[in-house]
């Protein structure tokens, strides 16, 4: 009997080349031309002591760099302190277990925000438990810390209501739909601790490169009518720092895009 390895193999090409197509649109969309930015500079009104988790990943070193560049004080909550590149004198890399609440605890109190860039690899079989499984004991060590701030990445398209066709049909079925899942379920968590003041990042594919100065649309919900399918991290990071300027985004799911 043929397994499902060989059932996998006799698929019709096409629809091999168009889950492909589909996978390339989705990362590397074409950038749109650039035009005015919206105010989101990353200048702080006020230097704060900022808690970064998954600092060693492509989103997390952009935002470290960034912090560090705007005069924050951060502190780099990593697995691996030797995976760590970075050095600056306001810049202090620790070892700590975001699954454990007593890890975080020890190196969190006295800051004024946590920031989370924690990322799991897709899977369309496996099933993905971090994002419910770490903010758990992230929210438990901020209460003990007496720390309320909260920002976070997740992306478009984690609830069940109606986004994109190509985010619906293909992009989400086929591939993401256990991430966004999990995803999802912390936004949930979030939105039921009514003592965190969270703002949750939601963007669609994140590119690398340099902050640019392209309009940043944000919306709250679940994703950016007729957005770019694609953003770069350094144009996230801007974001969300510019986030702790304002309270506009506070308690709030924001989507955003070119």
């Given amino acids: 009997m043929c397994n499902s390895w060989c059932r996998v193999t006799v698929l019709p090409a096409v629809v091999i080349t168009l889950i492909a197509v589909i996978v390339a649109f989705y990362i590397n969309v074409p950038e749109p031309e650039a035009v005015e930015s919206m105010s989101v500079a990353p200048v702080p009104k006020s230097i704060m002591k900022l808690f970064i988790l998954g600092a ?71 099933e993905v438990t971090l994002y419910s499984e770490s903010i758990k004991p992230i929210v438990g060590a901020m209460r ?35 991430v966004l899942k999990d995803m999802g379920a912390m936004e949930e968590y979030l939105i039921g601790c009514e003592d965190i003041n969270y703002t949750i990042a939601k963007p669609p594919g994140l590119g690398d490169g340099n902050v640019t100065e392209k309009k940043i649309k944000a919306v709250v919900g679940q994703y950016v009518n007729g957005g770019a399918f694609s953003i770069g991290r350094a144009d996230l990071a801007k974001f969300m720092l510019s986030c702790l300027n304002t309270d506009e985004w506070d308690r709030k799911l924001v989507s955003v895009a070119y």
Avoid: Y
């Fill in 56 to 126: 060693t990943g492509p989103s997390g070193q952009t935002l470290v760099t960034q912090a560090l560049d705007a005069g924050h004080e951060v502190t780099a909550v990593v697995r691996n302190p030797d995976k760590m590149k970075t050095t600056h004198d306001k810049l202090k890399v620790v070892k700590g277990d975001i699954f454990s609440e007593s890890s975080l605890q020890e190196h969190m109190s006295g800051h004024d925000a946590v920031l989370s860039c924690l990322g799991s690899h897709s899977s369309w079989m496996a």
């Fill in 144 to 178: 003990a810390a007496n720390v309320s701030r909260f920002l976070g990445i997740t992306s478009w398209c984690t609830s069940d209501e109606k986004g994109p066709f190509v985010m619906d049909w293909l992009i989400k079925p086929l591939l993401l739909k256990k």
